[in-house]
């Protein structure tokens, strides 16, 4: 098992495909509390960073699936899961809710990193969870947190929410400056 932590230029890139960053990754993982030999779905994969943390987190006991609809970034999935020689990913090209019938077993935690469709993606994922596991979404709008906030608190979940900004430190000519970046909102919720 590896602690998440990667830093975010150690990943293959494509401009247009979404990231989330490495401190956001770091915060996410862990309110999804997994462990070695967790299993893990991430909804949205883009890159492929989530992923690969999770994968190196629940190592090769567990299980990671990547739901991903757009075919580039199923790719830079692909070739991200292959950089960190990652032997217990499945990566799904499709798109979540209907995607999730190809995982083929109850999961620990689920990460939701696309807001499209996201009341159906919940419902869903909810079939797939374990009592006692996790749901954790990360969003930059209030009208993606709301509707989460919404769904799970009807679907009897226990739920929270964070709203995140990071700055990071730019050298300049006369010391660091901080340079904030967008906030991120992450909810997280338990399965009763």
């Known amino acids: 098992m590896r602690l998440p932590g990667i830093p975010d230029e150690e990943f ?4 247009k495909i979404p990231m989330t960053k490495e401190e ?3 915060l996410a993982l862990s309110k999804a509390r997994l462990f070695d030999g967790a ?5 949205g994969s883009g890159t492929g ?5 999770a994968g190196l987190v629940v190592g090769e006991k567990g299980k990671v699936w990547a739901i991903e609809k757009d075919k ?3 790719e830079l999935t692909r070739k991200n899961v292959e950089k960190f020689k990652l032997n217990n990913v499945v990566i799904i090209e499709g798109e979540a809710p209907e995607a999730l019938d190809h995982v083929d077993s109850e999961v620990d935690a689920i990460f939701v990193g696309g807001t499209e469709r996201l009341e159906e993606i919940l419902l869903s994922s909810d079939k797939k969870l374990k009592n006692g596991g996790r749901i954790v979404i990360d969003a930059i709008l209030l009208e993606t947190v709301n509707k989460a906030l919404s769904t799970l608190n009807q679907m009897g979940y226990k ?3 964070i709203e995140v900004i990071i700055a990071k430190g730019m050298k300049t000519s ?3 400056a901080m340079i904030s970046r967008n906030p991120i909102f ?3 919720s338990e399965k009763p």
């Open 39 to 43: 299993k893990f779905i991430d909804i």
């Open 72 to 74: 580039d970034a199923v």
């Open 24 to 26: 956001i990754r770091v």
């Open 174 to 176: 006369k010391g660091y």
């Open 12 to 15: 293959i890139r494509v401009e």
């Open 159 to 161: 739920t929270e929410v």
């Open 49 to 53: 960073s989530v992923t690969v943390e």
């Open 186 to 188: 992450i909810v997280y």
